[in-house]
């Protein structure tokens, strides 16, 4: 997601070229799964040139978040699960194509000695009900 506070509104990911926009947020790149798709987004549309000496870079998705919503940045990238959760905060988001960065994938796993507890192995059933996959969709992913 691209996401702007109250105070801008951005309609076209080349705003972010303009020099209205002084401080973009995202997450670091080297350690962030948001981070990475950020920095494909910015290279793969054609942007990093222009917006790189203006990229604020944070360690996580809350901080540009939080950074939105005080106004500190004129836009940030982040994740729809944390647009969703600051909607109230921001002046809005969009979704970033595809196109622009490889799938992000999050998963769970079944670690060794799980299946001999009978929580883990409730947990492990419960990913595969449509009541998780509604809960999962309602908060983004």
Do not use: W
Not at 36 to 44: D, K, P, V
Not at 61 to 80: C, K, R, S
């Amino acid at each position: 997601m691209l996401a702007y506070p109250k105070n801008a509104g951005i309609e076209t990911f080349d705003q972010l070229a303009n020099a209205k926009i002084k401080r973009v947020a995202m997450p670091q790149p080297q350690k962030t799964i948001y981070g990475t798709a950020g920095e494909a987004f910015l290279n793969n549309s054609g942007l990093y040139k222009k917006v790189k000496d203006k990229l604020y870079v944070v360690a996580t998705v809350p901080q540009v978040a939080t950074y939105l919503a005080a106004n500190e940045v004129d836009a940030g990238i982040m994740n729809l699960t944390a647009a969703l959760e600051n909607r109230e905060k921001l002046g809005g988001y969009m979704a970033v194509p595809q196109k622009y960065y490889s799938k992000v994938s999050i998963v769970a796993g079944i670690l060794p000695g799980c299946s001999n507890h009978k929580e883990c192995r409730q947990f492990i059933d419960f990913l595969h009900t449509k009541k998780s996959k509604e809960i999962f969709q309602h908060y983004g992913l």
